[in-house]
């Protein structure tokens, strides 16, 4: 994450500056691919009362720029103040993306394994038989025992289709 530090009428120390560093690093705990954040202090008086404002903006990858003010007298309090603040936004912008957008893809994936389902319907293919003229039922029995097929569509003597399959225990059945 870029960080930018700047102070308008005033002079940013070291302390502030760490202090800022350590209130942005907890922000990354998120995991929203934050790409910069820009903090502006300014000295503020007005009416005879001095205060500061602190301008946080964020910039998320893929998102809207996130920009927090806030103003108070004590710049420790505004740093804590802002800093709770983007952390609120960060959390709610991470739980939109893991709760919404996971049901969405959850929801996608079970359409496609209907799609798939349905596309696996069986089809009818028409084929031609092999053999055009009649077979005794011992001679079907013979081609059906030397292929690997389980079954074997003929015609009989008697002009008749039958078919001959293979049974889970070694034997044969005959329609």
């Given amino acids: 994450m870029n960080t930018t530090i700047t102070g ?3 002079e940013l120390t070291e302390p502030i500056k760490n202090y800022i ?8 705990k998120y995991n929203l691919n934050i790409i910069s954040a820009r903090c ?3 000295a503020d008086e007005k009416h005879g009362k001095k205060g500061f404002i602190v301008d946080l903006s964020i910039n998320l990858a893929g998102k809207n720029t996130i920009v927090i003010t806030h103003k108070d007298k004590d710049l420790y309090a505004a740093i804590d103040d802002i800093s709770s603040r983007a952390s609120k936004v960060l959390r709610r912008e991470h ?3 893991t709760t919404h957008k996971n049901k969405d893809e959850a929801k996608e994936v079970i359409l ?4 798939n389902i349905e596309s696996q319907v069986d089809e009818i293919v028409p084929m031609e038989l092999d053999t055009y003229k009649p077979l005794e039922i011992d001679e079907a029995l013979k081609i059906l025992k030397e ?10 003597v008697n002009a008749k289709m039958r078919v ?3 049974k889970k225990d070694s034997k044969f ?3």
């Fill in 8 to 10: 308008k009428q005033f």
């Fill in 21 to 28: 560093q350590r209130s942005f690093e907890s922000l990354e």
């Fill in 40 to 42: 502006v202090i300014s």
């Fill in 95 to 97: 739980d939109k993306n």
């Fill in 112 to 115: 496609d394994q209907e799609l």
């Fill in 147 to 156: 292929s690997k097929d389980q079954f074997l569509v003929f015609n009989d």
């Fill in 164 to 166: 001959i399959y293979k």
């Fill in 173 to 175: 059945g005959l329609f």
